[in-house]
């Protein structure tokens, strides 16, 4: 391993590069073409994230679940509050939508006021049997001024379901196929065929449709992401590209660095399709964030090149040095940054194991994109004319330089209350930070789909499901009616959470039956009493109850649901509705007769983000880890070590503190932010030591006069790379998700302060603990050579 840190190593792999250029660009484009021809295999992802293990014991009771009753994320809704909607026009126009959503094959079922059944009474044989309301006669104004008063007066069966009698509101339930509720099928079904007749229904009719549903809002997130990709990617150029050549002011170290970049964009996209990985939020950003860093490694090459050429003008000997100097250091910086992304590998999270293995892999491939790109094509170019070399005088970039060396010499106590006063606000924001869960919260707030979810959330209580599976333990368990009365009084505890919409289960269809069984009046939609129940066995023998009691029930009777639907509530207010409802389950359902679970994707979600938290801790604590025990290899020194971590962890513990500060809670986008920076961050410290040994070495290990020479020639790529980091991370802040906008945002901020705490807090306390830093074991004989310098 020493060998690989060499610099005769590093001269050998300098030569092979530049004796092989031929070889090497038929390579790059050979593997080019192959991982584009995995493009095709990019999947895209139809579901919520699922961020906890397959094993959980969660994602096992969801499971459990689906397998009795099938997917509960299979109702798109529809609805109106159209005044003049019982007018025969109107109603006509309506009953034809739902006519037209019947006839394709995606649509198991639509349950709307056009084919409304009532439970009717039969004597001859006893039964039940649902009926139609409507008929032809009823399409007239009268008609349906007396089936609306019927509907909102006597069917309070529908009540929530098909109607709001408070509001007015109607509302249609289309139910999916469960065989294409997680599949592309969905996808194309939902813009392709249901979203056009939606919008042409409203335009031809002018009734305002607002639809929602989890399958309608999972397609259009999901789509959201897709067009934003190209949209992050081609601002990560723009804005990257404007910056260097700002910098450089050179059109072809601007285009041969996007050129390198646009080949790493490529080569991301591929690992993911060979990998047969989806498309998921997080997977998303990997191609743009290769841009945003590996920008940088295009910096440190290219200037180290034309500090050479400007040095002895010799290009072949600029190019060997580029490669083995910086290539050395910049190996170094790509592999921990790498490390950072790897550490959620170790996770038990399948998408955050997915992130970390693209991320970490593309990380490395655009180290080794930039080391074989930009040496080769210049060896091709004339050297740099002395325009194009004007930039390393630039005397604004000399002032800051000057700032940085000053601050260091004269003002390091400053330095030091500054970092300590940060330090303290940092911990005071933390203690606000919140953890959120919320399945919505990320999606785009200004979309016209979360506007029509906060419509149902008003009149409808919400659209996702929460679900309750209940184990009688017996056959036909459910049937019995001290179960029914069990249900029924869970049903109503649920109701006394402003957050919870009205229950549907099996309790509802009794009820509907005792109503039916008095001739249809409201008065007794109510459980049957036992002797109520036995009168009316003969007329449920009978029963066909087209589909409605098998959603509730399973086929053994043993097992019953209970759903009610949820607003978008965070994770602390889900924690206190989940904790009060557990001991009235416990309370209505003795654990010996029964066994009660609740589940559901949204609670799944937000089960998930806490495992996330816990996760993050825990691989934020190996990057640490893997960093301290880079830098003791490095070094062999324990002081050392706390000198090149504590300027990396101070930005850590303020983006915390900004996070509780600015109310941006720690959630599934927003917790990527802590393992980013501090990865890419720790890059700074190394260029910083790896310069900085090289004038230990040069000057006799005095600390002093080797820390201000490594500082003022690091500062202004330092510079360069952090400005470039801080823009191209801000591309996300463009986005319509509200945590990709945190992400940029708290990156981008991180990386500005973590460029000045290298620069600053990490000399100055190399200085200020020179005597007992400055030993043999400590930099003489370090365990490898970062670089060393040559013989001309």
Known sequence: MQKLFSFGFW??????????????IALIIGVSGFLMSQWKYIGFSYTEANLLPDKHPMNLEYQSFLEKFGDEGNIIVIATQDSALFTPKKFKEWAQLSDTLRQFSEIKNVIDLTNLQNLKKKTNPKRFQFQNILNDSNYTAKGLTTFKTFVFDSLPFYEGLVYNSKTQTIQTAVYLEDSIVNTKARKDFVLKDFMPLIEGFSEQTSIKVHVSGMPYVRTLNAQNIVDEIKWFVLAALLVTSFIFYFFFRSFRATFISMLTVIIGVIWAFGFIGLMRYEITVLTAIIPPLIIVIGIPNCIFLIN????????HGNQAKSLQRVIAKIGNATL??????????????????????????????NIVSIF??????????????APPKDKHLKHLGKKWIEGFVNWIENMVRHRRITIYFTAVGIMMLSFIGIYFI?????????MPQK??????VRFFEKEFNGIMPLEFLIDTKRENGVSKLSTLKRINRLGQALEEFPELSKSLSVVNIAKYAKQAFYNGKPKYYQLPTRQEQNFMLPYFKNFKSNGKLNAYVDSTGQFARLTVFMKDVGTDRMEQIEAQILPKIKKIFPEERYEVSMTGKALTFQKGTNYLVKNLVVSLSLAVLLIALFMAWMFRSFRMILISLIPNILPLLMTAGMMGFLNIPIKPSTILVFSIAFGISVDDTIHFLAK???ELKARNWKIKRSVYPALRETTVSMFYTSIVLYFGFSVFMISSFGGTVALGGLVSATLLFAMLSNL??????LLSLERSIANKQTLKEPQINVIESEED
């Open 11 to 24: 001269n050998t792999i300098a030569g092979t590069i530049l004796r092989n250029r031929i070889v090497f």
């Open 304 to 311: 180290k090149y034309q500090h050479e050429i400007k040095r």
């Open 332 to 361: 170094m910086t790509n592999v921990t940054t790498a490390s950072g992304f790897a550490t959620f590998i170790f996770t038990q999270s399948e998408l955050l194991k997915e992130f970390g293995v693209v991320a970490s892999i």
């Open 368 to 381: 080794l994109l930039s080391l074989l790109i930009i040496p080769i094509i210049y060896s091709y170019m």
């Open 434 to 442: 919140k953890v959120s869960g919320s399945l919505l919260e990320d």
């Open 447 to 452: 979309a016209d789909f979360i506007k029509d």
């Open 692 to 694: 900085y040994r090289q």
């Open 760 to 765: 600053l807090l990490l000399p100055s306390l």
